[in-house]
């Protein structure tokens, strides 16, 4: 029997950076990334994270203070589809500057906002997993993303859509 697995089964702190993943946050499985600002400081970063008021913006949860060595489902092949259509695209700051799922398209990334820290903001790479130093103001936003992975017969299929 030939058999086809999209993900890997791993430890949270066995993904490298900038990898895609299927874990366990309060109450459901979350489609997350890993992100670093550097090697000794990497964060899961969660798109749609939901507070206590039904608020989604995503947040960066710091590793070593709050995962590690639960499992989780590594999605190596995983790839970032931004939708590009008028209705989505806009220039600059997504909803005047605040804080939501809205993925910045760079000329070479694509940059995903988040709070860490008590309410810190940072920015990410989502493609690198690295650390943004570049603003978000001069890029283009999206309100809506997908992350694809590829099915047994070489297609892409939706595994998590965004929308801010």
Known sequence: ????????SMKIVDVPVGGCLLCMMPGKPRICF???FDADNQYLLDPAFVDGDGRSYPVAHAMER????ENCIHYPQARLRPTMT??????????QGGISSALYLGSDAFVLQATFDHHRVTAFDLKT???WN??????????RWTVKIPDGHGKYQDLANFTA
């Not at 709050?66 to 060595?69: I, T």
């Not at 008028?86 to 909803?95: E, K, L, S, T």
């Not at 570049?134 to 309100?143: A, M, R």
């Open 129 to 131: 997993g690295m650390h």
């Open 34 to 36: 890993i992100a670093a």
């Open 66 to 69: 709050n995962f590690g060595h």
């Open 86 to 95: 008028p209705d989505c695209i806009a220039p600059g700051y997504h909803r």
């Open 1 to 8: 029997m030939d058999v086809f697995a999209v993900g890997e």
């Open 134 to 143: 570049g603003g978000v103001s001069d890029l283009f936003n999206t309100s």
